[in-house]
């Protein structure tokens, strides 16, 4: 990692390459990174006093190089890192990561959770909204069901262009139907070990309805 420059901030050690787009816009991206931590601590009501170490590639060819992973961004939970492309064309800063990073102290939720907490917080999936999204996909018949959606096992056998923006959809709902406080109960009380019917047994029991019929419900908003 000795090709990299760095710089810190309050929240954050930033790494880049030297004349990389990233150098070029560094204070930006910092003032970005700052009010997104500041965001996901005051929603998750956490903090911690460790610094992020969030390192940022010219590309996705050289982010796979170094750590082995060629998608424009990835948490690493041990070693409290982003890894993420930042270039003219991807410039994969926000929210998203480093939700996962800070909401770990609150468990390890299924993913539908866990990437539907980040999206939310991140407020849109590529540049669109959540909702808008998912009723494109429901309008398509792309619409997964939320008791797949659940299971770790078929979430990753659905394209990321369809889960992810369906899951922040969900997440919105959810918080906004049942309030943030529950939802942070699903988050911490469920968990990807448990396996799917456990989880569903879960949900079930914190919001007093089944997913299914939750989703129901939020299909019927998607609707209006």
Known sequence: MSKFIEKSSERYIFHFFADSVAEKDIEKIIEKQ???????????????????????????????????????????????????????EIKCIGPHEDTHLLSDVLGLPPQLFREGLAEYLSGSWDGKSHEELSK????????PDMTDLIDDEKW?????????????AFVIYLINKFGKEKFLEIYSKLNRDFGASKNRKLFTEILGEEIQNSQAQWIGELKD
């Open 34 to 88: 700052e009010l997104a931590y500041k965001k996901i601590v005051s929603f998750l009501s956490v903090d911690n006093n460790r610094k992020i170490n969030y390192f940022l590639y010219p590309s996705n060819e050289i982010k796979n190089e170094m750590t082995g992973n060629d998608g424009n961004g990835h948490a690493d939970r041990e070693k409290f890192e982003v890894h993420a492309v930042y270039s003219d």
């Open 136 to 143: 494109e996909l429901l309008a398509n018949k792309q619409l």
């Open 156 to 168: 990753y056998e659905i394209p990321d262009q369809v889960s992810y923006p369906t899951a922040g």
